[in-house]
């Protein structure tokens, strides 16, 4: 019997079905060893000794292979054939040798690029042994990240009081995002016009032709700058004579992209289907993992983590046997196609991503695939058939055109493309080229040397030069890619770490940075400029390809790194953080001190007229305030609002109108703690009244009407069906609420405060009385089970803050990648025993944390050796062995 090592248990259930009864597999369920998080996991002083500690999930599944391993006669490690899975092989048989599971029998290593019969028992007669320098080239990579984010993140801690956390390759792929809107910021439009003639043939058929000369001058885009020159080119134009100087057509060819790569997977993912990176990659690990297709488990795609664009032999013509069948003879080249790529890393110089037979056609499977599933493989399998195609064959006309007007010779032009024959276009457009095609794909009405052109109107139209765009998330992963950042495996890992710090948002489908990521970046930029530099970065992951390639030691690579990045954090000691605060004050004035429109001062203080405005770090982060504080104390958020975002000006305080029963003013104001409205002003000491914005509820979408309901709450709703008791329904502190006598239940996303009924409300109130009391109301929770070292129940809960595990005195909040419905008591214990940590820290005294299993760094919460212990006070020292902050890669 031999025992076969997979990742996932759907992996496995397809593969065990393969190889019949001789074998057993079983699955790994991923990584099952990870860094532990404390003080000295990897060790530079002893030579960057890593200790791995095995994750309590996994160590069930562990015995049961240890105890499969023990009666077997030999082992076969099966998983991914890229370095994580190498990696994940080289922790299980580490494993497994720390548990004398082994004896002599033999263990050997194989890989497939598919999961079909053909592939999984064509790579067992090729087993070999584990690459030790895949092995290496992992190890490095995580210790990097390891080794950067403990140690760069208390340093942000220390110098950028309310700054999260830092990563090697995050934190440069923030930049990229933060440069662009700085981009954006400075850009200074530029006017220009376009001067175009319609004219017509002596047939009478119309087209357009561009003024492209003048006097001997080529006029280029941007050259005529003023309406006078327009003018005056209009005016020559309109009283010339027009004929045509020479027609020039030229044919062309365009050749089809090659199949898909991950990282071009990723993005015309993201451009015709509207799916992230992350869920691209989720839907492809399930194609590729196995469908129930006519009642047998099949792996419809080749591997999804792949830099190679080339396909197998029998795959490529299998593709121009279905190009045949389908399209017809005359779209299936004379020879096949061979693509070529640089292979940046060899373990993933593989096959592209193809489907693992071209013959299953997208509708052939359709009804078995979920809608998602079936749009990624539609698409999967259109470019890998389009690129075994015939070459579109194009026609280029150019006509270029005399006008003679008195004391002035002005040239122009026309350009046509005609689709002569359509080849590969006929099944797939790459997206990136749709607008290009509609501008050219139009045909020019049959000209010849010579012949006068009517003048049917000339027109001159204004226009400006506009910023360049935002990213979105497939020109992020393209730009990262062109700069050698990361890996294809890591591009989904790294947007989603930077969507969950909350450094960035996605508005309209394009990355914005938040305030808290433009933070991270500048302090970055100021004092660890070199680490965040594209090509110092690109170079670092030339360096671990060349280890992969046995090229390099991984360990000389380590110290090199380690050597001048420590030199660099050691730099930082001395400096203060009012000197951190001016740096960053100065790099970020276009973003918080915009130029206002009238020319006036924008660091001036609105409210006291005196104060220079300034950026403020306090408890809760970022602000600006006023250098007039205690006396005066406007503060608003870093970002001005201005007139095309909220309606409003750089004070942040935008009149809505006047209500009409007090005679107050009615505004919206940005404050320390978010949007605000408020009616009328302070007077005699006594506070004007005041309503946060319920969330979801944008303040570009405020009015006054809106307004006046929101600061008229509390509202009555009715009266409760069985108490008789009013039921109110209002805003406050802890956000919108419903409320009967002392019982009070917060609404859900979906429902709207000034509209929620009287039947909605008494659901809400008898499902949280049906609950229970908890923690300051908090409703008792869902037990998950009992803590497995110290006993007592473990529940999770929603909160104000966002649902969270409770153990005991001990909270800790979910993170946005874990669902509430979702968790697991594996997954709570670690929450509550990171929390439980850091609960008698003090902020100097920090232990680094371990990175995330993403592969990037995310160096999470170390437990103290008390798991719950008592709150440190002001009076009482801090404990004798101090906890990490929470620290999450950039």
């Given at each position: 019997m031999q025992v076969v090592i997979v990742e996932s248990p759907a992996k496995a259930k397809t593969i065990n079905k393969y190889l019949g009864?001789?074998?057993?597999?079983?699955?790994?369920?991923?990584?099952?060893?990870?860094?532990?998080?404390?003080?000295?996991?990897?060790?530079?002083?002893?030579?960057?000794?890593?200790?791995?500690?095995?994750?309590?999930?996994?160590?069930?599944?562990?015995?049961?292979?240890?105890?499969?391993?023990?009666?077997?006669?030999?082992?076969?490690?099966?998983?991914?054939?890229?370095?994580?899975?190498?990696?994940?092989?080289?922790?299980?048989?580490?494993?497994?040798?720390?548990?004398?599971?082994?004896?002599?029998?033999?263990?050997?290593?194989?890989?497939?690029?598919?999961?079909?019969?053909?592939?999984?028992?064509?790579?067992?007669?090729?087993?070999?042994?584990?690459?030790?320098?895949?092995?290496?080239?992992?190890?490095?990579?995580?210790?990097?990240?390891?080794l950067v984010g403990f140690t760069l993140s208390p340093v942000l801690w220390r110098k950028l009081p309310g700054a999260r956390s830092a990563g090697r390759v995050q934190s440069v792929a923030l930049r990229l995002v933060c440069d662009r809107e700085r981009e954006i910021e400075t850009f200074v439009k530029r006017e220009y016009w376009s001067i175009?003639?319609?004219?017509?043939?002596?047939?009478?058929?119309?087209?357009?032709?561009?003024?492209?000369?003048?006097?001997?001058?080529?006029?280029?885009?941007?050259?005529?700058?003023?309406?006078?020159?327009?003018?005056?080119?209009?005016?020559?134009?309109?009283?010339?004579?027009?004929?045509?100087?020479?027609?020039?057509?030229?044919?062309?060819?365009?050749?089809?992209?090659?199949?898909?790569?991950?990282?071009?997977?990723?993005?015309?993912?993201?451009?015709?289907?509207?799916?992230?990176?992350?869920?691209?990659?989720?839907?492809?690990?399930?194609?590729?993992?196995?469908?129930?297709?006519?009642?047998?488990?099949?792996?419809?795609?080749?591997?999804?983590?792949?830099?190679?664009?080339?396909?197998?032999?029998?795959?490529?013509?299998?593709?121009?046997?279905?190009?045949?069948?389908?399209?017809?003879?005359?779209?299936?080249?004379?020879?096949?196609?061979?693509?070529?790529?640089?292979?940046?890393?060899?373990?993933?110089?593989?096959?592209?991503?193809?489907?693992?037979?071209?013959?299953?056609?997208?509708k052939d499977v359709a009804r078995q695939l979920e809608p998602d599933q079936a749009k990624l493989y539609e698409l999967i399998w259109l470019r890998t058939i389009a690129s075994q195609m015939e070459s579109a064959e194009l026609e280029r006309t150019t006509v270029d055109i005399e006008a003679v007007a008195a004391a002035r010779a002005l040239e122009l032009r026309a350009t046509g493309t005609v689709v002569k024959f359509d080849g590969f276009l006929t099944v797939y457009r790459e997206s990136s080229d749709d607008d290009e095609d509609d501008e050219e794909s139009r045909r020019l009405p049959a000209m010849s040397s010579g012949e006068a052109l009517a003048n049917k109107g000339i027109k001159a139209d204004q226009h400006f030069t506009e910023p360049p765009p935002r990213y979105s998330e497939a020109?992020?992963?393209?730009?990262?890619?062109?700069?050698?950042?990361?890996?294809?495996?890591?591009?989904?890992?790294?947007?989603?770490?930077?969507?969950?710090?909350?450094?960035?948002?996605?508005?309209?489908?394009?990355?914005?940075?938040?305030?808290?990521?433009?933070?991270v970046t500048a302090f970055l930029e100021s004092f660890f400029d070199r680490y965040v530099e594209y090509d110092f970065t690109a170079d670092l992951e030339e360096k671990l390809d060349r280890i992969?390639?046995?090229?390099?030691?991984?360990?000389?690579?380590?110290?090199?790194?380690?050597?001048?990045?420590?030199?660099a954090v050691g730099e930082t000691k001395e400096l203060r953080v009012s000197d951190v605060i001016s740096a960053l004050d100065g790099m970020l004035t276009a973003h918080i001190f915009p130029p206002k429109e009238d020319g006036s001062d924008p660091r001036i203080c609105p409210t006291c007229g005196t104060g220079r405005l300034s950026l403020k770090v306090g408890k809760f982060g970022a602000f600006i305030g006023c250098s007039n504080y205690p006396e005066c104390k406007y503060t608003r958020p870093l970002a001005a609002q201005g007139d095309d975002e909220n309606g409003g000006e750089a004070s942040g305080?935008?009149?809505?109108?006047?209500?009409?029963?007090?005679?107050?003013?009615?505004?919206?104001?940005?404050?320390?703690?978010?949007?605000?409205?408020?009616?009328?002003?302070?007077?005699?000491?006594?506070?004007p009244k005041r309503s946060s914005l319920p969330k979801g509820l944008a303040p570009a979408d405020v009015d006054l009407e809106t307004a006046l309901s929101l600061l008229s709450l509390p509202r009555e709703i009715g009266l409760h069906p069985e108490t008789g008791e009013p039921i109110l329904a209002g805003i406050g502190r802890f956000g919108p609420y419903v409320q009967t006598g002392k019982t009070y239940a917060n609404i859900e996303p979906g429902d709207d405060i000034l509209a929620i009924g009287l039947n909605r409300a008494v659901a809400l109130i008898a499902d949280k009385q049906s609950k229970g009391p908890g923690r300051r109301g908090a409703v008792g929770g869902r037990e998950l089970g009992e803590h497995p070292t110290l006993g007592g129940p473990i529940t999770v809960r929603p909160g104000r803050f966002g649902a969270y595990v409770n153990h005991g005195k001990v909270n800790a909040t979910l993170p946005k990648s874990?669902?509430?419905?979702?968790?697991?008591?594996?997954?709570?214990?670690?929450?509550?025993?990171?929390?439980?940590?850091?609960?008698?820290v003090k902020p100097a005294r920090r232990a680094p944390a371990k990175a995330a299993a993403d592969g990037e760094t995310a160096v999470k919460k170390t437990a103290a050796k008390k798991p719950a212990a008592k709150k440190a006070t002001a009076k009482k020292p801090a404990a004798k062995k101090p906890a990490a902050k929470k620290v999450a890669s950039a």
């Open positions: 009864s001789g074998y057993e597999v079983y699955a790994s369920y991923g990584h099952v060893r990870d860094l532990p998080a404390k003080d000295g996991s990897v060790n530079p002083d002893d030579d960057f000794r890593m200790l791995w500690d095995v994750d309590p999930k996994a160590q069930k599944r562990l015995s049961d292979i240890a105890k499969a391993v023990k009666g077997a006669d030999g082992l076969i490690l099966a998983t991914d054939p890229d370095r994580e899975g190498e990696a994940i092989s080289w922790h299980v048989l580490e494993v497994l040798k720390e548990k004398r599971a082994l004896k002599d029998q033999p263990v050997s290593r194989v890989v497939f690029n598919a999961i079909t019969k053909q592939s999984v028992l064509e790579a067992m007669k090729h087993p070999r042994i584990i690459d030790a320098a895949l092995v290496d080239a992992y190890l490095a990579r995580r210790a990097l990240d390891y175009a003639a319609q004219l017509a043939t002596p047939r009478n058929e119309t087209f357009e032709a561009r003024l492209v000369g003048a006097d001997g001058k080529k006029i280029t885009r941007l050259d005529v700058g003023t309406e006078a020159e327009a003018k005056d080119f209009r005016a020559a134009l309109e009283r010339a004579d027009f004929k045509v100087r020479s027609v020039e057509a030229k044919p062309a060819r365009r050749h089809p992209s090659p199949p898909f790569t991950t990282s071009t997977l990723q993005q015309e993912a993201s451009r015709k289907l509207g799916f992230a990176p992350a869920i691209t990659m989720r839907i492809a690990q399930r194609l590729y993992e196995g469908i129930d297709v006519g009642g047998e488990t099949v792996g419809l795609i080749t591997y999804m983590r792949t830099d190679g664009v080339d396909m197998a032999p029998e795959a490529v013509t299998e593709a121009r046997t279905v190009i045949g069948r389908e399209y017809g003879d005359r779209y299936v080249p004379s020879a096949p196609r061979k693509y070529t790529a640089k292979a940046k890393n060899a373990q993933e110089a593989h096959e592209a991503i193809r489907p693992t037979e071209l013959a299953r056609r997208p020109s992020l992963v393209k730009r990262m890619e062109e700069l050698g950042i990361g890996r294809p495996s890591t591009y989904a890992s790294v947007l989603a770490v930077l969507r969950d710090r909350e450094y960035v948002k996605l508005d309209k489908r394009r990355l914005v940075p938040e305030d808290k990521g433009r933070l992969s390639n046995g090229e390099l030691q991984w360990k000389d690579v380590l110290r090199d790194f380690w050597r001048d990045f420590t030199a305080t935008r009149v809505l109108g006047t209500d009409p029963a007090s005679g107050l003013e009615v505004t919206i104001r940005a404050g320390r703690f978010g949007t605000y409205l408020q009616l009328g002003e302070a007077k005699d000491g006594e506070k874990i669902e509430q419905d979702a968790v697991t008591l594996e997954q709570a214990v670690e929450l509550i025993t990171a929390k439980a940590g850091t609960m008698p």
